[in-house]
T-cell receptor, first 115, second 118 residues
Framework: AQKITQTQPGMFVQEKEAVTLDCTYDTSDPSYGLFWYKQPSSGEMIFLIYQGSYDQQNATEGRYSLNFQKARKSANLVISASQLGDSAMYFCAMRGDTGRRALTFGSGTRLQVQP | EAGVAQSPRYKIIEKRQSVAFWCNPISGHATLYWYQQILGQGPKLLIQFQNNGVVDDSQLPKDRFSAERLKGVDSTLKIQPAKLEDSAVYLC????????????????FGNGTRLTVT
Protein backbone atom coordinates (compact mmCIF):
# COMPACT_ATOMS: atom_id res chain seq x y z
CA ALA A 1 0.00 0.00 0.00
CA GLN A 2 1.11 3.53 -0.66
CA LYS A 3 0.48 6.58 1.46
CA ILE A 4 1.13 10.28 0.89
CA THR A 5 1.07 12.75 3.77
CA GLN A 6 0.85 16.51 3.36
CA THR A 7 0.85 18.09 6.82
CA GLN A 8 0.30 21.72 5.81
CA PRO A 9 -3.40 22.39 5.13
CA GLY A 10 -2.60 26.00 4.23
CA MET A 11 0.42 28.17 3.54
CA PHE A 12 0.93 31.88 2.98
CA VAL A 13 3.84 33.42 1.08
CA GLN A 14 4.69 36.93 -0.02
CA GLU A 15 4.92 37.58 -3.72
CA LYS A 16 8.46 37.05 -5.12
CA GLU A 17 9.52 34.92 -2.15
CA ALA A 18 10.24 31.19 -2.20
CA VAL A 19 8.00 28.63 -0.48
CA THR A 20 8.38 24.94 0.37
CA LEU A 21 5.40 22.59 0.42
CA ASP A 22 5.99 19.42 2.41
CA CYS A 23 5.28 15.87 1.30
CA THR A 24 6.21 12.59 2.93
CA TYR A 25 5.39 9.18 1.58
CA ASP A 26 5.37 5.54 2.50
CA THR A 27 5.62 2.59 0.15
CA SER A 28 6.97 -0.94 0.05
CA ASP A 29 7.78 -0.68 -3.65
CA PRO A 30 11.52 -0.64 -4.39
CA SER A 31 10.96 1.68 -7.34
CA TYR A 32 8.45 4.50 -7.55
CA GLY A 33 7.72 7.93 -8.95
CA LEU A 34 6.64 11.10 -7.22
CA PHE A 35 4.49 13.82 -8.81
CA TRP A 36 3.24 17.26 -7.90
CA TYR A 37 0.02 18.71 -9.30
CA LYS A 38 -1.51 22.18 -9.03
CA GLN A 39 -5.27 22.66 -8.81
CA PRO A 40 -6.45 26.27 -9.24
CA SER A 41 -9.92 27.32 -8.12
CA SER A 42 -11.20 26.47 -11.60
CA GLY A 43 -10.66 22.81 -10.74
CA GLU A 44 -8.32 21.44 -13.37
CA MET A 45 -5.34 19.35 -12.25
CA ILE A 46 -2.09 20.63 -13.75
CA PHE A 47 1.02 18.43 -13.74
CA LEU A 48 4.06 20.31 -12.42
CA ILE A 49 7.03 18.03 -11.83
CA TYR A 50 8.16 14.41 -11.55
CA GLN A 51 10.89 12.70 -9.51
CA GLY A 52 11.92 9.09 -9.95
CA SER A 53 13.13 7.17 -6.91
CA TYR A 54 16.41 6.25 -8.61
CA ASP A 55 17.04 9.64 -10.21
CA GLN A 56 20.44 10.93 -9.17
CA GLN A 57 19.50 14.58 -9.25
CA ASN A 58 16.55 16.49 -7.86
CA ALA A 59 14.03 17.43 -10.53
CA THR A 60 13.58 21.02 -11.66
CA GLU A 61 11.02 22.59 -14.00
CA GLY A 62 11.31 26.35 -14.31
CA ARG A 63 10.41 27.88 -10.96
CA TYR A 64 9.54 24.46 -9.51
CA SER A 65 12.07 22.15 -7.93
CA LEU A 66 11.68 19.01 -5.92
CA ASN A 67 13.75 18.50 -2.77
CA PHE A 68 13.92 14.70 -2.74
CA GLN A 69 15.33 13.02 0.37
CA LYS A 70 14.92 9.30 -0.14
CA ALA A 71 16.14 8.21 3.29
CA ARG A 72 13.61 10.50 4.93
CA LYS A 73 10.91 9.56 2.41
CA SER A 74 10.20 13.17 1.64
CA ALA A 75 9.59 14.95 -1.66
CA ASN A 76 9.05 18.62 -0.91
CA LEU A 77 8.07 21.06 -3.66
CA VAL A 78 9.94 24.35 -3.76
CA ILE A 79 8.42 27.26 -5.68
CA SER A 80 10.84 30.11 -6.24
CA ALA A 81 9.84 33.73 -6.87
CA SER A 82 6.16 33.19 -6.03
CA GLN A 83 3.58 34.86 -8.24
CA LEU A 84 -0.04 35.71 -7.52
CA GLY A 85 -1.05 33.06 -10.06
CA ASP A 86 0.58 30.40 -7.90
CA SER A 87 -2.32 30.63 -5.45
CA ALA A 88 -3.95 27.19 -5.65
CA MET A 89 -4.17 23.75 -4.08
CA TYR A 90 -1.05 21.64 -4.49
CA PHE A 91 -1.14 17.85 -4.39
CA CYS A 92 1.71 15.42 -3.95
CA ALA A 93 1.16 11.99 -5.53
CA MET A 94 3.06 8.78 -6.13
CA ARG A 95 3.02 5.75 -8.34
CA GLY A 96 4.88 2.59 -7.51
CA ASP A 97 5.88 -0.71 -9.03
CA THR A 98 6.01 -0.97 -12.79
CA GLY A 99 3.94 2.11 -13.43
CA ARG A 100 0.74 0.26 -14.15
CA ARG A 101 -0.83 1.53 -10.98
CA ALA A 102 -2.75 4.73 -10.62
CA LEU A 103 -1.48 7.74 -8.70
CA THR A 104 -2.13 7.93 -4.97
CA PHE A 105 -2.69 11.52 -3.84
CA GLY A 106 -2.15 13.36 -0.58
CA SER A 107 -4.73 15.66 0.99
CA GLY A 108 -3.21 18.79 -0.49
CA THR A 109 -1.88 22.15 0.66
CA ARG A 110 -3.64 25.41 -0.14
CA LEU A 111 -1.09 28.07 -1.05
CA GLN A 112 -2.02 31.73 -0.96
CA VAL A 113 0.39 34.26 -2.43
CA GLN A 114 0.03 37.72 -0.96
CA PRO A 115 0.96 40.91 -2.81
CA GLU B 1 -3.66 18.05 -28.91
CA ALA B 2 -7.12 18.11 -27.40
CA GLY B 3 -7.30 17.44 -23.69
CA VAL B 4 -9.46 15.06 -21.70
CA ALA B 5 -13.12 15.95 -22.24
CA GLN B 6 -15.74 15.46 -19.57
CA SER B 7 -19.44 16.17 -19.43
CA PRO B 8 -21.56 17.44 -17.89
CA ARG B 9 -19.64 20.13 -16.04
CA TYR B 10 -22.19 20.33 -13.24
CA LYS B 11 -25.03 18.08 -12.10
CA ILE B 12 -27.54 18.42 -9.29
CA ILE B 13 -29.74 15.47 -8.40
CA GLU B 14 -31.82 14.26 -5.49
CA LYS B 15 -30.73 11.30 -3.41
CA ARG B 16 -31.80 7.93 -4.77
CA GLN B 17 -31.74 9.26 -8.33
CA SER B 18 -29.27 8.00 -10.91
CA VAL B 19 -26.62 9.97 -12.79
CA ALA B 20 -24.06 9.28 -15.49
CA PHE B 21 -20.80 11.01 -16.38
CA TRP B 22 -18.96 10.82 -19.67
CA CYS B 23 -15.26 11.01 -20.44
CA ASN B 24 -13.32 11.13 -23.70
CA PRO B 25 -9.58 10.69 -23.10
CA ILE B 26 -6.73 12.12 -25.10
CA SER B 27 -6.44 10.31 -28.41
CA GLY B 28 -4.15 7.31 -28.19
CA HIS B 29 -4.18 7.12 -24.41
CA ALA B 30 -4.59 3.49 -23.41
CA THR B 31 -5.14 4.01 -19.70
CA LEU B 32 -8.16 5.80 -18.27
CA TYR B 33 -8.94 6.59 -14.64
CA TRP B 34 -11.95 7.83 -12.72
CA TYR B 35 -11.21 9.68 -9.48
CA GLN B 36 -13.56 11.03 -6.84
CA GLN B 37 -12.54 14.27 -5.14
CA ILE B 38 -14.57 15.25 -2.09
CA LEU B 39 -14.33 18.92 -1.13
CA GLY B 40 -11.12 19.62 0.77
CA GLN B 41 -9.55 16.24 0.00
CA GLY B 42 -7.22 14.79 -2.57
CA PRO B 43 -8.52 12.72 -5.48
CA LYS B 44 -9.29 9.09 -4.69
CA LEU B 45 -9.14 6.42 -7.38
CA LEU B 46 -12.42 4.74 -8.21
CA ILE B 47 -11.47 2.65 -11.23
CA GLN B 48 -8.63 2.21 -13.72
CA PHE B 49 -9.04 0.89 -17.27
CA GLN B 50 -6.37 -0.42 -19.60
CA ASN B 51 -7.92 -0.20 -23.06
CA ASN B 52 -11.38 -1.70 -22.38
CA GLY B 53 -10.33 -3.92 -19.48
CA VAL B 54 -10.52 -3.11 -15.77
CA VAL B 55 -7.11 -2.96 -14.02
CA ASP B 56 -8.23 -1.84 -10.57
CA ASP B 57 -11.73 -1.31 -9.22
CA SER B 58 -10.98 -2.21 -5.61
CA GLN B 59 -12.23 1.16 -4.30
CA LEU B 60 -15.34 1.38 -6.44
CA PRO B 61 -18.56 1.02 -4.37
CA LYS B 62 -19.94 -1.63 -6.67
CA ASP B 63 -23.37 -1.71 -5.05
CA ARG B 64 -24.10 1.70 -6.55
CA PHE B 65 -21.27 2.68 -8.89
CA SER B 66 -20.55 1.17 -12.28
CA ALA B 67 -18.22 2.11 -15.10
CA GLU B 68 -17.51 0.92 -18.58
CA ARG B 69 -15.13 1.71 -21.38
CA LEU B 70 -16.51 0.14 -24.50
CA LYS B 71 -14.15 -0.03 -27.50
CA GLY B 72 -11.31 1.20 -25.29
CA VAL B 73 -11.95 4.90 -25.88
CA ASP B 74 -14.82 6.78 -24.19
CA SER B 75 -15.92 5.87 -20.71
CA THR B 76 -19.03 6.37 -18.62
CA LEU B 77 -19.35 6.33 -14.85
CA LYS B 78 -22.79 5.75 -13.36
CA ILE B 79 -24.17 6.12 -9.86
CA GLN B 80 -27.46 4.43 -9.05
CA PRO B 81 -28.92 5.25 -6.57
CA ALA B 82 -27.03 8.34 -5.42
CA LYS B 83 -26.43 9.15 -1.77
CA LEU B 84 -25.69 12.49 -0.14
CA GLU B 85 -22.08 11.45 0.45
CA ASP B 86 -21.56 11.04 -3.30
CA SER B 87 -21.44 14.83 -3.62
CA ALA B 88 -17.98 15.44 -5.07
CA VAL B 89 -16.05 16.29 -8.20
CA TYR B 90 -15.57 13.30 -10.48
CA LEU B 91 -12.32 13.56 -12.39
CA CYS B 92 -11.41 11.57 -15.44
CA UNK B 93 -7.75 11.20 -16.36
CA UNK B 94 -5.80 9.40 -19.04
CA UNK B 95 -2.23 8.52 -19.79
CA UNK B 96 -0.40 7.13 -22.78
CA UNK B 97 1.17 4.45 -20.64
CA UNK B 98 0.31 0.87 -21.48
CA UNK B 99 1.42 -2.36 -19.90
CA UNK B 100 4.97 -2.12 -18.62
CA UNK B 101 4.49 1.62 -18.64
CA UNK B 102 7.03 4.08 -17.46
CA UNK B 103 6.64 5.44 -13.99
CA UNK B 104 7.13 9.01 -15.12
CA UNK B 105 4.02 9.17 -17.31
CA UNK B 106 1.86 11.89 -15.80
CA UNK B 107 -1.90 11.66 -15.73
CA UNK B 108 -3.75 14.22 -17.82
CA PHE B 109 -6.97 15.31 -16.17
CA GLY B 110 -10.24 16.65 -17.47
CA ASN B 111 -12.01 19.59 -15.80
CA GLY B 112 -14.25 17.25 -13.84
CA THR B 113 -17.97 16.96 -13.17
CA ARG B 114 -19.19 18.58 -9.98
CA LEU B 115 -22.02 16.47 -8.55
CA THR B 116 -24.34 17.78 -5.86
CA VAL B 117 -26.75 15.32 -4.28
CA THR B 118 -29.59 16.95 -2.31
Amino acid sequence: AQKITQTQPGMFVQEKEAVTLDCTYDTSDPSYGLFWYKQPSSGEMIFLIYQGSYDQQNATEGRYSLNFQKARKSANLVISASQLGDSAMYFCAMRGDTGRRALTFGSGTRLQVQP
Amino acid sequence: EAGVAQSPRYKIIEKRQSVAFWCNPISGHATLYWYQQILGQGPKLLIQFQNNGVVDDSQLPKDRFSAERLKGVDSTLKIQPAKLEDSAVYLCASTFAGWGSRKNSPLHFGNGTRLTVT
